[in-house]
């Protein structure tokens, strides 16, 4: 069983920076795909990065192509999510997930992923 906890959320002002860590309790987190998702209250949860084996780096999501960035330390069984140039808009829970070890590469479909963190709170206010 994969778990995740992801920290690093906070209070933020807009235009600075904040990275999010997903720390996974696994023998090896090589071969799994690491997907970053956020969801508003009330809202379906959004796809914004996935970096795998297989693809490499993904931004999924618009709105945060060139201010997040996404990395893996396999060694540290870490998947960060860099945050630059944060808006108010970026204000949610973010949280991390986990393909199964047999699939390798990203998708942008929550339902493709097997194992999620509890979430953490992201505010950008001034």
Known sequence: Q????????????????LRLACAASVYSLDNYSIGWFRQAPGK??????CISRTDGAKIWTDS?????????DNAKKMVYLQMNSVKPEDTV??????RGSMNNYCTAYDVGYDYWGQGTQVTVSS
Not at 64 to 72: E, N
Not at 93 to 98: L, T
């Open 44 to 49: 379906e949860r959004e796809a914004v990065a």
């Open 93 to 98: 829970v973010y949280y991390c997930a986990a």
């Open 64 to 72: 945060v192509k060139g201010r997040f960035t996404i990395s893996r």
């Open 2 to 17: 994969l778990r995740l906890v992801e920290s690093g959320g906070g209070l933020v002002q807009p235009g600075g920076s």
